[in-house]
């Protein structure tokens, strides 16, 4: 049973909680347009989720500006930067065939050792570099970035636990999170997708209770095989693989030390030179 480490890699403080606070408020709203916008308010039925998209990343780099603001050291950025890079590289491998997505696990796990900040941050870089790398650039990203930032976070606020017990809660989180983070990205293209006549289309104008029965329809009816397969995969990876990368990015952590002060040694001892040249005129005096 390994020594549970929460090394914070980014501080959040009070502002930037406000604004995390804020962004996902905004994440709501651009989300769930459909259930919370009166029809015909944007003029067009493709305005609402081109300027949330819009308003996503500009608050998303506001976020980030935010986080890096409050604590983000030289060891915290080379981590983020490993952790993005090897997230974008091996979420090709699954190209979400019938579902199956490797980028989740390493989003759960690096959130849980490193802090919520770190997990926010992560999911954004990492969705970033991704969608650079493949091709994927498009309205969906900022949705995308959102759903896989709010995952990182999310990891780094479950409860302590270790051994089995913290493995197993990962495990079942990253299962919640296939089905959640599936549950967010329909209902971006959703009012878009289906002929209105269809009985599980958006229909603009229903009540709450209509439309949220007809969305449900739809997410069971086009996504829950391809949900389920992101599932199974996050828990798979987690149990198989996530004991072993624990203790890697535990190793890194206690190795980091990612909150104490970076001194360099020749400025360290030009500091110590001049403070004995000084104790030693102060006594000559």
């Known amino acids: 049973m390994s020594t549970v480490v929460r090394a914070t890699a980014i501080r959040i403080n009070a502002r930037t909680g406000i604004v995390i606070a804020m962004a996902g408020f905004l994440g709501v709203v651009a989300f769930f347009w459909p259930f919370l916008v009166a029809p015909g308010k944007f003029g067009s039925n493709y305005a609402p989720p081109l300027i949330f998209g819009v308003l996503l990343v500009i608050v998303l780099c506001v976020v980030v500006s935010e986080i890096a603001e409050g604590g983000i050291n030289s060891k915290a950025l080379a981590m983020l930067g490993v952790l993005s890079a090897v997230n974008a590289a091996i979420r090709p491998l699954g190209a979400g065939t019938a579902g199956i997505e490797t980028v989740f696990f390493i989003l759960v796990l690096a959130g849980r050792v490193y802090g919520p900040g770190f997990g926010f941050t992560l ?163």
């Open 123 to 285: 999911g954004c870089t990492s969705l970033f570099a991704s969608a650079l790398i493949t091709g994927g650039v498009g309205p969906w990203m900022p949705y995308q970035m959102f759903g896989c930032a709010f995952v990182g976070m999310l990891a780094g606020f479950l409860p302590r636990a270790s051994g089995r017990l913290e493995v197993g809660l990962l495990a079942v989180y990253g299962s919640l999170s296939g089905y959640l983070f599936g549950f967010l990205l329909n209902l971006s293209f959703w009012p878009f997708s289906l002929d209105p006549n269809s009985s599980i289309a958006y229909l603009p104008g229903l009540p709450f209770t209509e439309q949220f029965q007809r969305y449900l329809a739809f997410d069971l009816a086009t996504s829950l095989g391809w949900d389920t397969g992101r599932a199974v995969t996050n828990f798979l990876c987690v149990c198989l693989a996530g004991p072993a990368v624990l203790t890697v990015f535990r190793r890194a952590a206690r190795k980091a030390r990612f909150q104490a002060p970076v001194r360099f040694p020749a400025r360290a001892a030009a500091e110590e030179k001049g403070a004995g040249t000084g104790t030693a005129a102060a006594r000559s005096s």
